[in-house]
């Protein structure tokens, strides 16, 4: 795939899989992001998923667009989570992710979708993050 | 999400994420596959996620089922990778693989579709595998 053709998806796309490290474990789950200046912006509930990047700080996201088992666009990106903490000196990196965020009302609602773990409800305090992308492959199939 | 639940829509499902380690670094990648006796079945050309997971099996798959953003099934899976090599040892397995496979004709050409990566066309001697089980867990938003 072209540069071109991967930013183009990448700005579209609102829905990745979000890969981290714990010793010798991988663990997978969907988030949604905002791609903007080479960085996916992005928010959590503290769970599992950000206790591990805090830790090791290495990811890697896959966003893809699939048409059918033939055609299909996926992209494969190293990076490098970065907490986006309430202190003065993220205050406008912060505002930022929350902006474009907040444009998108609708999608920036499913960490704060009803969800359980184990049984107990999760702390609802948002952690605000920021992945630096370090490299981009993309795949095309077609028919 | 109840145990039932959970195991229906691993039934269903054929696309997923799967995500492996080399060192700290971990890696994530589409696939499909198929659910069968506690381990989900596949098959690849041989590339980096195959030579990771030949060092390091500790893998982790993630299967959702996405309505809209505020309405969504997702499954966590940790795993264990083992492959299924053309020996007399793994005969039974590789055949009821490979059968499963082709029950989905549709599905098992994506491995074979016109790839390339940095420019050269990949080897397309195919890699049998199935990743045991080990933990599953599902999460559920509803609006």
Known sequence: MSRAAILELLASARLGRLACV????????????????????????????????????????????????????????????EELPDTFEYQLERAAAYNLMRERAVWWEPAYAKTSVHGA?????????????????????SP
């Open 22 to 81: 714990q010793g010798s474990q991988p663990y997978v789950v969907p988030f949604y992001f905002i791609y903007k200046n080479n960085s996916l912006y992005s928010f959590s509930v503290l769970g599992q998923k950000i206790k591990w990047m805090r830790t090791n700080p290495l990811v890697c996201v896959e966003v893809d667009e699939v048409v059918s088992s033939q055609e299909w666009l996926s992209l494969v990106i190293f990076g490098r989570y």
């Open 121 to 141: 409800s999760r702390s609802l305090e948002p952690v605000f993050y920021r992945i630096h992308i370090s490299e981009i492959t993309g795949h095309r199939a």
